[in-house]
């Protein structure tokens, strides 16, 4: 890949700064609201439509992300706050990759929670492995542009050492953090009910 343009730091730096976040003000709601728009449900399906309908991904459905919430439905989240980051601050990412690239940045298809789960290599060490295993099966299921695969190698930074090399990889990587945000004080905030964690 090639280096961050100025114009790349400037959108990154906007991205970062996240002044007066407020934990009792913030609307962890804001997930339902964009999976009912129809617009975004529309993007999905346009840009990732043979991801999400493909019997490999559907598998993440069997297994639990946050509280109750889905790695499919976390998945679904991130390429939904991702969209709404790039459009939001106008950093003009490349939204097919954008899309694409969340979708499958936890792909790695076993039962993090549970230490015996099959392709579970590392199971203290979730964190830090996982992206690499979703790449690999990404790679094995899907034909991946090398935006797509530096957001799914790289959303998990800072624990993984390199940081993010475009601007799609920055805004998943944000739209990670914000949607497991989201989705954790749905918890607190009683929104789920159920606490599989």
């Not at 964009?34 to 993440?60: P, V």
């Not at 099959?118 to 790679?139: D, E, Q, R, V, W």
Request: net charge positive; glycine share 6%; aromatic share 10%.
């Amino acid at each position: 890949m090639h280096r961050l343009s100025e114009k790349d730091r400037e959108i990154i730096k906007k991205i970062l700064d996240v002044k007066g976040y407020d934990p009792d003000t913030f609307d962890p709601e804001l997930l339902n609201k964009l999976e009912k728009s129809e617009e975004y449900r529309s993007l999905l399906y346009q840009n990732g439509g043979d991801i999400l309908l493909s019997e490999k991904f559907t598998m993440l459905k069997e297994f639990i992300q946050h509280g109750n919430v889905t790695v499919y439905e976390h998945c679904v989240h991130v390429a939904l706050c991702a969209i709404k980051l790039n459009r939001k601050l106008g950093i003009n990412a490349r939204e097919r990759e954008l899309i694409r690239g969340a979708l499958l940045h936890d792909y790695f298809l076993y039962d993090w929670h549970n230490a015996d789960a099959p392709g579970n290599i590392h199971p203290k060490l979730h964190g830090f492995y996982h992206p690499g295993i979703a790449l690999k099966n990404a790679t094995r299921d899907f034909t991946l542009s090398e935006r797509e695969k530096d957001i799914i190698r790289k959303h998990m930074w800072p624990l993984t050492i390199n940081p993010p090399r475009c601007r799609e990889a920055w805004v998943v990587c944000l739209a990670d953090k914000y949607s497991s945000t989201l989705e954790t004080l749905k918890l607190r905030k009683g929104k789920i009910r159920v606490n599989y964690a």
